[in-house]
């Protein structure tokens, strides 16, 4: 099983944090810093890639798109110097009977004005 995604995710500034939104999938995760969102984004989107594998299901079939308004903000969000990408991969392998399993992604990353 090899799964290959190309994201889209917002980074928003909440009070004291960063969110960073998945587009695709309504997956989030946040940090006090725009780095430590990303970081934490990373993880919570491998993790749960791995959680769904080793459940037997496809990762993120159990998950809708986030909600239009973060689209919007993606949308309109800075496109300069902090927009980037942002790449994702981990092996599946280890929970999955095939060696070659692996997850990739590739996210276009744009903070929020």
């Known amino acids: 099983m090899t799964?290959?995604?190309n994201l889209r995710v917002v980074l928003i500034r909440e009070e004291n944090l960063w969110v960073a939104q998945c587009l695709e999938f309504d997956i989030a995760a946040q940090g006090a810093t725009i780095i430590e969102a990303q970081?934490?984004?990373v993880r919570t989107f491998v993790g749960q890639a791995l959680l769904d594998v080793a459940a037997g299901k496809r990762p993120f079939?159990?998950?809708?798109p986030a909600p239009d308004w973060y689209v919007e903000q993606f949308e309109a969000a800075l496109q300069g110097e902090l927009a980037h990408k942002l790449t994702l991969g981990s092996p599946l392998g280890a929970l999955t009977d095939e060696s070659n399993a692996r997850l990739s992604a590739v996210a276009d990353v744009r903070v929020a004005a």
Request: hydrophobic content about 40%.
């Open 3 to 5: 799964g290959q995604w």
């Open 39 to 41: 970081s934490s984004f």
């Open 61 to 64: 079939a159990d998950f809708k």
